[in-house]
């Protein structure tokens, strides 16, 4: 019996070592050999945009696995900095991909990558934790940037779309909510793993999310605490997680985690029903110590991958033609290597090439059985925030709609937006377009950028404002309004500040400040949002968009809406 065993996992091995797939991805974070760093390239200050220009890793990869071996992921499309510099457009789209970041999760739907960045709570607000931006993910033209507060809970460790109700459901954490008493006075189905902490998150979900408004629906209000690092659903519309897993055990013959009994350990598949968002369970029994035979509901896989994996960022997909294997982007020996004084820790190893410690790999997780192979290492140790298998994804030809307000098809300039909408104004490629700016009584234009790129200067005598040669399909137009000094107090006042706010996607750019002036944005009915002193000339404040302000600075009063 042991002998039919082994055989059958060759086989098994076998048939996944012999696939090929193409895996495209959006790489989240690579090592070099000080540890974890992204590496940027300085193009130059581009005077139009009126900001220093780089290239970094982030954006758009590709690697292949072809039954063998695994190429290094590479950038695609390329940024190659010889062919943007000194182009506006193209030093813009590739400084877009600068914000290419989902620290928080990312999921690929039909042609397009939403990702979720996670702001640092010590330098922000809870109304601005969340930056949710789309992308084109073929171009990788950045097609919209909102923020989102807290409350959302976009905290995920993975979304994915379901090919059988065509919704896109993603295990999302609920902070600073409370379970159900049906759960928690049930001493025998929950254990409170927060304790008398205050904090009272209520673990992780299965949500549904609307990629149009990022509004997530818990299907429970939360019951799960274990350290989830991916989630996926297959083409049959089965979703599955991987929990991270510790480096304690023992390393067996073909190379995989074992308990002191030898059973496969390390990272768990877990499966879950997407219409309970329930784990699925099975009855196991055992004996206690008083010899009554007691029965558990306990995870429908008995043993672990067989390969442990740190609690980070990680990323798993599915091939629409195998519903059977997950492609995992997890990591190798926990992530974890021998640091400069010969102890096993966290630390970045310098000696990763040559020890193998320290790394990432691509495994292959067989759903029938929950046991993974590990296929390649990954050249310079990427990670993933999410990955699908290029033109043979479950998604592919889906009609989801993740841009909401903004047109699917054609070229248009966004106008102006409001409270609960938006308005786009069609237009052609290759054509400028004229427009009136008229502001109310007792305000001026202050200030005119058209795809954050700054033309005031470009304003009429009777404020008629002409556009750049359109030749993008995704164009917006801001104009921000200052307030006047009436002439009869006009020579009681000091010099007017030449400082100037400009609008822009996601925010304002503050310029020709002084230090210590004093930032603040209202709201358009007079409530204090922001307020904080400068620490330079210049600043980059980000505000919600389809929202009207009134931003205050020094003795500048205007009104932008973005």
């Not at 039919?4 to 070099?32: D, F, P």
């Not at 940037?145 to 809970?153: A, L, T, V, Y």
């Not at 000094?485 to 100037?500: F, T, Y």
Request: aromatic share 10%; with cysteine.
């Amino acid at each position: 019996m042991k002998f039919v065993t082994l055989a059958l996992a060759a086989m098994c091995s076998l048939a996944v070592s012999a696939q090929s797939v193409k895996l495209n991805g959006v790489g989240h974070n690579n090592r070099y050999d000080d540890g974890d760093q992204m590496v940027s390239t300085y193009l130059g200050w581009n005077a139009e945009l009126n900001k220093a220009v780089f290239i970094v890793d982030n954006g758009l990869y590709t690697m292949s696995w072809n039954g063998t071996s695994l190429t290094t992921p590479t950038k695609e499309p390329p940024v190659v900095a010889s062919e943007i510099k000194g182009d506006n457009e193209k030093e813009k789209w590739a400084n877009d991909f600068n914000m290419m970041y989902g620290n928080s999760g990312a999921v690929y739907v039909n042609g397009y990558v939403v990702t979720v960045m996670s702001r640092d709570e010590q330098s922000t607000t809870d109304d601005e934790l969340f930056a949710v931006r789309k992308w084109d993910a073929k171009t990788g033209n950045l097609l919209s940037s909102k923020i989102h507060p807290k409350s959302d809970c976009l905290e995920s460790a993975g979304m994915a779309y379901n090919p059988k109700d065509g919704k896109v459901y993603g295990l999302f954490y609920l902070t600073e909510q409370k379970l159900s008493e049906t759960f928690t006075e049930d001493p025998d189905f929950f254990v409170d793993e927060d304790g008398e902490s205050s904090d009272q998150d209520a673990g992780y979900a299965i949500c549904t999310v609307d990629l149009k408004t990022m509004k997530v629906t818990p299907i429970t209000p939360g019951l799960y605490y274990y350290n989830f690092v991916t989630f996926a659903i297959n083409s049959d519309g089965r979703a599955f997680a991987l929990t991270s897993g510790g480096s304690n055990g023992v390393i067996n013959d073909e190379g995989k985690m074992t308990d002191i009994n030898g059973n496969l350990t390390g990272a768990q598949l877990c499966e879950f029903d997407l219409a309970t968002g329930l784990m699925k369970t099975k009855e196991s029994s055992y004996i206690d110590e008083e010899g009554t035979v007691q029965t558990e509901q306990v995870n429908i896989y008995d043993h672990g991958t067989g390969y442990s994996s740190q609690y980070k960022r990680q990323s798993a997909c599915f091939s629409k033609s195998n519903p059977n294997i997950m492609y995992w982007n997890g990591f190798y020996n926990s992530g974890k290597g021998i640091n400069e004084w010969g102890s096993w820790s966290s630390l970045s190893d310098k000696e990763w090439r040559t020890n193998g410690k320290y790394d990432t790999s691509l495994y292959a997780v067989d759903i029938t059985t929950g046991e993974a192979t590990r296929l390649a290492n990954i050249k310079n140790r990427w990670t993933f925030s999410c990955l699908w298998a290029d033109g043979d994804d479950a998604s592919d030809d889906s009609d989801i709609d993740i841009i909401g307000t903004e047109p699917e098809t054609g070229a248009y300039i966004a106008l102006s937006t409001a409270d609960n909408g938006a308005i786009w104004q069609q237009v052609e490629l290759g054509k400028q377009y004229t427009y009136y700016l008229e502001p109310a009584i007792g305000w001026k234009v202050h200030s005119v950028t058209f795809n954050n790129q700054d033309i005031t200067s470009q304003i009429t005598e009777n404020d008629m404002i002409t556009t750049p040669v359109i030749n993008s399909e995704r164009s917006t137009l801001f104009v921000t309004f200052e307030q006047t000094i009436p002439n009869e107090i006009r020579g009681l006042e000091k010099p007017a500040s030449e400082v100037r706010i400009l609008g822009k996607e996601g925010g304002i750019s503050v310029q020709n400040a002084k230090a210590g002036d004093l930032l603040q944005v209202f709201s358009v009915d007079g409530r204090l949002l922001q307020s904080q002193k400068l620490s330079s000339d210049k600043a980059e404040i980000a505000l919600a968009s389809k929202t009207l302000y009134i931003i205050k600075v020094a003795d500048k009063v205007l009104k932008v809406r973005l």
